[in-house]
């Protein structure tokens, strides 16, 4: 397991600079940046979960070298000794507890990162389904040019992956010409940028 969690370290390492290299050239050419760290974070996701049954598998036996011990044991004690399928479920029994321990770690370490992977996929589509849920109440108003969701408590921010518009509190509202300029050109950089 730990070398599993080096390996996955490293490759995330490397991913990572690919990503960091990836954004650079895209903001050269001024073009979004989130999707190369989207694709970064998901690839190193995925060869971590990959490469994960490899690493937690159980180790076989050695057949030759159980089955030359198996008949060096029947040379010395010429018993009727059961055969030797017995003989390899009796020495799996009796590896040693600290394997055995180590291996129910191991398992509790995986159901655990799986299950707070799937409660934080799940808390994250949760929280889409709300803004999106929310988003369709917010009443639409032209502000400076820019026509926008007024929201009790939400924003100043821009919501939405694929059809993303400015969202402002009705504070906003309240407050002076150039700063509700300021806020709604910031909101607007994001938009211009396509970075939600």
């Given at each position: 397991?730990?070398?599993?969690a ?14 960091w ?15 190369a ?7 190193t ?57 180590a ?21 994250l589509?949760?929280?889409?389904a ?24 939400v ?42």
């Amino acid at each position: 397991m730990l070398q599993w969690a080096f390996y996955a370290l490293v490759v995330a390492a490397l991913i990572s600079l690919s990503g960091w290299l990836i954004e650079q050239a895209l903001r050269r050419r001024q073009l979004p940046t989130r999707w190369a760290w989207v694709a970064a974070m998901s690839l190193t996701v995925l060869l971590a979960y990959l490469s994960l049954p490899v690493s937690i598998a159980p180790r076989a036996p050695q057949p030759r070298l159980l089955r030359e011990s198996w008949t060096a044991i029947q040379r010395v004690a010429p018993l009727g000794l059961p055969p030797l399928p017995f003989a390899s479920v009796a020495a799996a029994r009796h590896t040693g507890t600290a394997r055995g321990n180590a291996l129910r770690f191991d398992t509790l370490l995986i159901d655990s990162w799986f299950g707070l992977s799937g409660l934080l996929a799940l808390s994250l589509a949760l929280c889409g389904a709300r803004v999106s849920w929310s988003r369709r109440r917010w009443p639409l108003r032209l502000v400076e040019s820019h026509c926008v969701g007024v929201a009790r408590n939400v924003g100043p921010a821009v919501v939405g992956l694929r059809y993303p518009t400015i969202v402002i509190p009705r504070w906003v509202l309240d407050r002076p010409a150039a700063e509700q300029q300021l806020i709604l050109a910031h909101e607007a950089s994001h938009l211009t940028a396509r970075d939600p």
